[in-house]
């Protein structure tokens, strides 16, 4: 039961997010080092961080990422909801 709670929990916190946060331009991830759902950018403030080091003048800034926000925020929603439904079933065949 704990797992669902906490599959629960994480679908409603990125719900949450996409609601208020959508419009978000610089996403900076304190779990990105989370395999489950990987940053489509990189995944860790390193990657972006490198890409910056090699901007050259006139390319697009590697922290503004709206579009990969968007991606990940989707991406974080379909995982939660696939595994949320995966502890109901589960618990479901034990009864």
Same mark, same amino acid.
């Given at each position: ?15 949450? $997010?996409?609601?208020?946060? +959508? ?10 080092? $989370? ?5 489509p ?10 890409? $910056? ?14 579009? +990969? ?5 989707d991406?974080?929603? +379909? ?17």
């Open positions: 039961m704990r797992e669902r709670e906490g599959g629960t929990k994480f679908l409603d916190s990125i719900r949450r $997010l996409r609601r208020e946060f +959508a419009d978000i331009e610089v996403p900076v991830h304190i779990h990105s080092y $989370l395999t489950t759902y990987r940053f950018s990189g995944g860790t403030v390193f990657e972006p961080a490198q890409q $910056l080091a090699r901007r050259k003048p006139g390319e697009p800034h590697p922290f503004v990422d709206n579009a +990969a926000w968007r991606r990940w925020l991406v974080a929603e +379909a995982g939660a909801v696939q595994y949320v439904d995966e502890v109901k079933q589960k618990a479901e065949r034990a009864r």
